[in-house]
């Protein structure tokens, strides 16, 4: 049977306190909502275009960013698969419910169809070995004493144990990267959808793969691998919580002078220029697919009423930005 070795070091303790303390602020702040849904979409684009580099497909960041915007344009296969596949672990963490059949539902929204590793692999375990493996490590997750561990330590431990054994053949880092997060949400950790790890593990990406590589043994501490996850979302989640308070003192100033009563289509114009700055009328029809000139404007003289926005310029070439 598994049974993960691990110590809880003063540093992973104190990396947890500061993600508790940061879940707090994150979750219990009244921010607005057009500034909840950039926070989401910034958070999205993140996790796609490190992901893409976890499948060794490189993107133009902004190209992943008009992608999340949803602006009419032709992507790769994989942006979406990978954006699916976010939605999957929504929908699955709803359930509560983890196990072989989600983390094979997770790979297949990436790839299609998902196969166990059928190859060898110097000092992973044997392709033939993967399914007892499995299956051991889900009578663990599924143990009394795994539901009395932290969902930050339970989380941590099924990323490292995914990467470890290599089960998937194709995708599995992205696969194992999302079985985590579908463990955080599931367990009440979903930190408003504004986290990406993904970034911390591209950045660290040397240590991440000496710690996964130290794993490779009989038997597998996992205490330097849970002060390396810890101290990766701690530093997420506290750039988060900063954020989250400065734009709270904004959200008091715009509800004490009545500029946040938006329809949703005036939200999307000051999201869109939050994120890229400027909006000109030839903008209109990739932005607004279905929508006319007429409307937009309307909607855009409403936003300069009210001081949100300023137009520069006149007829054709008018360029809006915020105010």
């Given amino acids: 049977m598994f049974i993960p070795e691990y110590s809880i070091t003063p540093q992973t303790l104190q990396n947890i306190s500061t993600i508790e303390y940061a879940r707090a602020i994150i979750e219990n702040t009244t921010i607005l909502p057009s500034w909840e849904n950039q926070m989401r979409k910034e958070a999205r684009t993140r996790i796609i275009y490190n992901s893409l580099q976890f499948l060794n497909l490189n ?8 992608y999340v915007d949803q602006i009419e344009m032709r992507f790769p296969t994989e942006f979406t698969n990978i954006s699916n596949a976010l939605e999957k672990v929504e929908e699955i963490s709803k359930t509560k419910e983890f196990g072989e059949p989600q983390m094979r539902e997770l790979n297949k929204t990436l790839c299609e169809k998902p196969l166990y590793r059928n190859t060898k692999v110097i000092h992973k375990p044997l392709p033939e070995e993967l399914l007892a493996k499995i299956v051991q490590f889900l009578d663990w997750y599924h143990s009394l004493d795994a539901q009395e561990t932290h969902p930050l330590i339970s989380a941590a431990i099924t990323k490292a144990y995914l990467e470890y054994i290599s089960l998937f053949k194709n995708s599995n880092s992205v696969t194992s990267n999302l079985a985590s997060v579908l463990i955080l949400k599931s367990q009440g950790y979903s930190f408003k959808d504004f986290v990406c790890l993904e970034d911390y593990y591209q950045k660290t ?8 590589s130290a794993l490779l043994g009989s038997s597998p501490d996992f205490t330097e691998w849970l002060e390396y996850f810890t101290e990766g979302l701690s530093m997420e989640t506290s750039n988060i919580k900063e954020k989250i308070k400065l734009l709270a003192r904004d959200t008091k100033v715009a509800k004490a002078t009545g500029r946040v009563k938006f329809t949703p289509r005036q939200e999307r114009i000051v999201e869109y220029l939050q994120d890229y700055g400027i909006l000109q009328n030839r903008d209109f029809p990739r932005v ?3 929508v006319s000139e007429d409307s937009i404007l309307r909607d855009l003289k409403v936003l300069i009423e009210k001081n949100v926005v300023q137009k520069n310029g006149s007829t054709k070439s008018s360029r809006y930005e915020l105010a």
Avoid at 59 to 66: H, I, S
Avoid at 205 to 212: A, F, G, L
């Fill in 59 to 66: 993107a133009e960041f902004n190209l992943v960013k008009l």
């Fill in 205 to 212: 990406k040397r240590r991440h793969d000496e710690i996964i």
């Fill in 288 to 290: 607004f697919p279905d």
